[in-house]
């Protein structure tokens, strides 16, 4: 990396909504660099690169872009300046095409109409580029998994002139394989010039890939700093300064018995869950790995009757009866609960207060009479639960869309609490979230175990899973096709596993 | 940010005031206005007739309110006034039977029409807009059949619901009206049947993953709707003295601008009786006082369709306002 002016020069810059969320940070970004930023939930990172790409307009402070004075007031200002930015939530049109998606604001047209020929070709260039092949560029993209859509919203981002890339969150929804062809293509761009702003949570791609770090903490810049000089303890240390963020991570504890909780039996829904088949038992926190597709979010949806299945059935505390639910309610009636993967659009009520999301699944069990709401039981409850998870708002009628995303997860785990479950079924527990959410979520399934629940946790971070879990199944394809316990798991175990079910060649099942 | 508000007994009675003071606000502004250009507007017998004139409109207005909420929509309330108006001219004109077996008629047809829309949109999943589309051309189909398309005279056996008791200035109807206002409040804010209408008006399927049966709730508020219709039709028939299948044509459009003013979203999730309530109030202050001051149909029209656009554009302002400040 030559000393060079950098690309890319923020000074001071600072916004404020109805509190400060920046406060005069200042950051150089050298082109030909990876660099990252790091920060807990709410220290600015998103506010800052919202900035950078035009999305919002900074209440102080300047930028320099190139050796020029830079302040885009729209996103398409930022992208004629060569600056491409893919957000955490997707920005895809679900209803569009692979290729329309891929081309769109630079559609191809001849006399205002759009060449459709031309589209497709541009489009299966741009996907072949970065080896996904795979993906049609003819299916409307909703129809599409969720981490096949992120790799289509970053190939097309990567495919637009670009001097400047911000990628936030990238890997979230990718499975190991898609992560691994995500850094190769970083790894290029580094080294044709472009500069790359890199957000994750995932301390260790940024130790893997990053140059730089920046670290921003409560929105004030804390430290710029070569990657080499800093270790992840070091990096959780700078992005929290709270005392309870920098105290180790604590020795895994199981609480495994012997007694049988969940019994799953041949559980299957053509394609995309096969025969799969597992037991958890009271106190084990059963996980369970795989690529992106390999039927883990469905075989969960499955289990709770959120999707019927076609065949299996499931048993419960040792009983004789078979259960194959068909609406949610009546695996929750049977002691079931599921912290959802997409915790917007399936988890909350982001318009509602914590206090109606918090008693939201409980209402009727716990705070009624006669229909009648007993509202200061609900407000008492609401604040305990606001307490024991330490949820950070300012108070309970505030609405969850309001809060941070690791607090909207509280919330969104928090309402499974108040009734008690004996099956608890985690869906990507602590994606996107920051450190010490993270933290207390993974102390809460640990306190949920010790109380004899069974816990399945589907993650595609495996370190996740290494941390909580007793047990890893892996399924790959839409089959389980192992089970590792923790004394002979290794990271060449489940990889090797999780592309089993493929066949020989590594392209997806159809 | 800003410390929890304090919950002391005054400041928690005004912060039950604070979101009427803008309804109350725009219709006294319209009571004011019109006071001071209409000499004689500001009167005894103009109360009484506002009062009087809007039993109907404000029941049928509960119930819209109840589906917006759900994020689903009536278009069969007029019809569905007509049918049950009709069905209570069949019961006592032709049947000669009284106003006691007339009104469970009408209340049970009112009722049966709001299920079958609660089932149809429901169970199979097709948006209310065509259901209730669909049922306001079927009921109203029924109500011609029903009566031969003749209007019932029925007399003086029902127009003492609509008349105001002596010494009351005020109807019968009228404080059936209140209290089914007062009834779809505490049922809105205070229940479980409500705090669910809510959830599922702001996301079905979030409710779904919580272990939540919508679909009677759902159902059962597309019924509650058509009852409401039944009990309108009661009021309706006693305020022309008759069962008239011509009845309420439109009236599914003032009921949703009365929604609408009161800041009910037409998205779900998002809505208050009481606010509906002053809604409604607003809408026949505004026809009784345009009809003081000699304006035209035309002009009133025009008038009115202005103040639905401007009351939802403010409210829509508001909004984003308290979002931003949100954020």
């Known amino acids: 990396m030559s000393a060079a002016t950098p690309l890319l020069r923020l000074r001071d810059i600072t916004m404020d909504y109805a509190v400060r969320v920046l406060h005069q940070v200042s950051v150089d970004v050298k082109a030909g660099t990876i660099h990252a930023l790091l920060g807990a939930n709410g220290a600015g990172k998103s506010t800052l690169c919202r900035i950078i790409s035009g999305l919002t307009q900074p209440t102080g402070g300047s930028m320099m872009f190139d050796g020029v004075e830079y302040a885009p007031r729209t996103k398409s200002e930022a992208e004629a300046a060569g600056i491409q930015i893919v957000q955490q939530e997707l920005n895809l049109i679900p209803t569009l095409t692979v290729a329309e998606n891929v081309m769109f604001g630079r559609t191809p047209h001849r006399l205002g109409f759009v060449n459709r020929h031309e589209q497709r070709q541009q489009a299966r260039r741009a996907l072949d580029r970065f080896g996904l092949k795979d993906i049609p560029v003819d299916q409307p993209v909703g129809e599409l998994g969720i981490g096949q859509q992120q790799m289509i919203e970053i190939a097309s981002a990567l495919d637009r002139e670009c001097r400047l890339l911000i990628l936030d969150e990238p890997t979230a929804a990718l499975s190991g394989g898609e992560t691994e062809r995500l850094f190769h293509w970083l790894e290029q761009l580094r080294e044709q010039g472009t500069a790359i702003i890199y957000i994750s949570h995932r301390l260790e791609e940024v130790v893997r890939l990053a140059d730089e770090i920046t670290v921003l903490c409560d929105g004030r810049h804390v430290t710029t700093k070569s990657a080499k000089d800093v270790t992840t303890d070091q990096m959780v240390d700078l992005m929290t300064n709270s005392t309870e963020a920098t105290s180790p991570v604590r020795e895994f504890q199981s609480h495994r018995t012997d007694r049988v909780v969940m019994k799953v039996n041949g559980m299957t829904r053509e394609p995309v869950v096969r025969d799969v088949s597992f037991t958890v038992h009271a106190g084990e926190r059963f996980g369970i790995a795989g690529l992106v597709g390999s039927g883990r979010t469905e075989l969960l949806r499955l289990l709770f009757g959120a999707d019927v299945a076609e065949q299996g059935n499931l048993q419960l505390n040792g009983e004789p009866r078979k259960f194959r639910f068909r609406h949610p309610w009546q695996a929750v009636k049977h002691g079931l609960a599921m912290v959802t993967e997409d915790r917007k659009e399936t988890g909350l009520l982001l318009a509602q207060s914590i206090r109606m999301n918090s008693t939201l699944v409980s209402l009727k069990q716990r705070f009624q009479r006669l229909g009648w709401i007993n509202r200061s039981g609900e407000r008492t409850e609401s604040e305990e639960l606001r307490r024991r998870l330490d949820t950070r708002c300012n108070h309970i009628e505030q609405p969850v869309g309001t809060l941070s995303g690791g607090n909207q997860q509280k919330v969104a785990v928090g309402k499974w609490l108040v009734e008690e479950a004996d099956v608890y079924l985690f869906d990507e527990p602590t994606r996107g979230i920051d450190v010490a959410a993270r933290r207390r979520i993974h102390a809460l399934i640990e306190e949920l175990a010790a109380a004899g629940k069974a816990i399945v946790i589907v993650s595609s971070d495996l370190e996740e899973l290494y941390e909580t879990c007793d047990t890893i199944g892996v399924m790959s394809a839409g089959r389980m096709v192992g089970v590792n316990r923790r004394d002979d798991w290794s990271t060449e175990i489940i990889m090797r596993q999780s592309f089993a079910g493929y066949g020989s060649s590594t392209e997806g099942a159809a | ?327």
Request: aromatic share 4%.
């Open chain 2, 1 to 327: 940010m800003s410390n929890p508000p304090k919950t002391s007994r005054r400041s928690a009675l005004l912060a039950s005031v604070i979101p009427y003071a803008g309804m109350l606000g725009v219709l006294l502004l319209l009571i004011v206005i019109f006071s001071l250009s209409s000499r004689n507007f500001l009167s005894a017998s103009t109360v009484t007739s506002v009062l009087n004139q809007i039993p109907d409109l404000t029941v049928i207005a509960v119930g819209m309110t109840l589906v917006l909420i759900i994020g689903g929509i009536d278009l069969s309330v007029g019809s569905l006034l007509a049918l049950s108006s009709s069905i209570m001219g069949v019961v006592m004109i032709d049947q000669g039977l009284p106003l006691a077996a007339a009104i469970p008629a009408s209340l049970f047809v009112g009722s049966l029409c709001g299920l079958v829309n609660g089932l149809i949109s429901v169970k199979a999943r097709i948006p209310s807009f065509i259901v209730t589309l669909g049922m306001l051309e079927m009921a109203r189909g029924f109500a011609y059949l029903a009566t031969d398309s003749q209007t019932k005279y029925i007399g003086s056996k029902v127009e003492w619901i609509g008349t105001a008791i002596p010494g009351l200035a005020i109807s019968p109807a009228f404080l059936v009206a209140i209290g089914v206002v007062i009834a779809g409040q505490i049922l809105l804010t205070r229940t479980v049947f409500g705090r669910y209408a809510v959830a599922i008006g702001t996301n079905a399927e979030a409710v779904r993953m919580s272990g939540i049966n919508a679909a009677p709730y759902s159902i059962a508020i597309f019924t509650i709707s058509g009852l409401l219709c039944g009990v309108a039709g009661v009021m309706q028939t006693s305020r022309l003295s008759s069962a008239d299948p011509n009845a309420a044509v439109g009236l599914e459009l003032a009921a949703i601008a009365a929604c609408v003013i009161g800041g009910t979203s037409l998205m779900g999730g998002r809505g208050s009786v009481i606010h509906t309530f002053f809604g409604v109030l607003i809408i026949a202050v505004l026809q009784t006082g345009l009809a003081h001051v000699g304006a035209t149909d035309p002009i009133k029209r025009i008038i009115t369709g202005g103040v639905i656009v401007i009351a939802v554009l403010l409210d829509a302002l508001r909004q984003r306002k308290r979002n931003s400040r949100a954020q």
